[in-house]
């Protein structure tokens, strides 16, 4: 069973409006929390993280929200732009150990002119 | 940027054949993994490394070994490549200091096992 779920496997937005992007998890013991990017034919990129003595992170047009009692943390881009079009991927972890990063499945955000 | 490089980043092999792939970093981080990335399953870990000589197994272990003989090496063997094992497989260091936490990432390695 997935730990780290994101139940849209895509999603479509226009330009200039907000995306956002879901993720839930299971494992209560999970305390940090990342985004990453990826293009094609790339390795992924660091977006952004969060803590879990936090609920929210800015950092430029992303912000991550996390809901610990509904074990559920969103990606909000606003506002979206085409370069924006990727896969996504949440990750969870206990502590900041690589080794216990969780990643979901990812999320494909297309962002049309 | 930590300086990742993987190769091959394509390689096209058969059944039964012994493959290995590199990953070469330039930041001297002391933590070091090989995912693979599948449809619907994301990153998923397959070994790690916390120093020369010491690894450990991660999520999907099975049918891999990997060998670190120095800092900025880390190698991913397939013993036996089996159809099941084609992927694609990305290296990661996990960054210090400012970037604790933060894992980066090589651009990967396609692997397609007939």
């Known amino acids: 069973d997935q730990q780290v779920k994101q139940n849209s496997p895509s999603l479509s937005v226009q330009e200039g409006r907000i995306s956002i992007l879901n993720c839930d998890y299971t494992?209560?013991?999970?305390?940090?929390f990342l985004w990453y990017k990826k293009y094609p034919a790339e390795g992924p990129t660091f977006l952004i993280s969060i803590s879990s003595i936090k609920d929210k992170n800015e950092d430029g047009r992303f912000t991550v929200f996390l809901n610990k009692s509904a074990k559920h943390l969103s990606l909000h881009i606003v506002p979206s732009q085409p370069g924006d079009s990727a896969v996504y991927f949440c990750?969870?972890?206990?502590?900041?150990?690589?080794?216990?990063?969780?990643f979901g499945p990812g999320t494909r955000l297309s962002v049309l002119p | 940027d930590a300086g990742i490089t993987q190769s091959p980043r394509h390689k096209v092999t058969e059944t039964g054949t012994p493959v290995t792939l590199r990953c070469h970093q330039t930041e001297n981080h002391r933590y070091m993994y090989w995912y693979r990335q599948d449809p619907g399953h994301g990153l998923r870990l397959i070994h790690y490394s916390y120093g020369v000589k010491d690894t450990d197994k991660g999520e999907v272990s099975d049918g891999y070994s990997v060998s670190r003989s120095k800092t900025e090496d880390f190698l991913l063997t397939l013993e036996s490549a089996t159809s099941s094992q084609t992927s694609v497989y990305f290296c990661?260091?996990?960054?210090?200091?400012?970037?604790?936490?933060?894992?980066?990432f090589g651009e990967g390695s396609r692997l397609t096992v007939l």
């Open positions: 494992n209560s013991m999970f305390d940090y």
């Open positions: 990750a969870a972890s206990e502590g900041n150990y690589g080794q216990n990063f969780v």
């Open positions: 990661a260091t996990l960054g210090q200091g400012r970037n604790t936490g933060e894992l980066f």
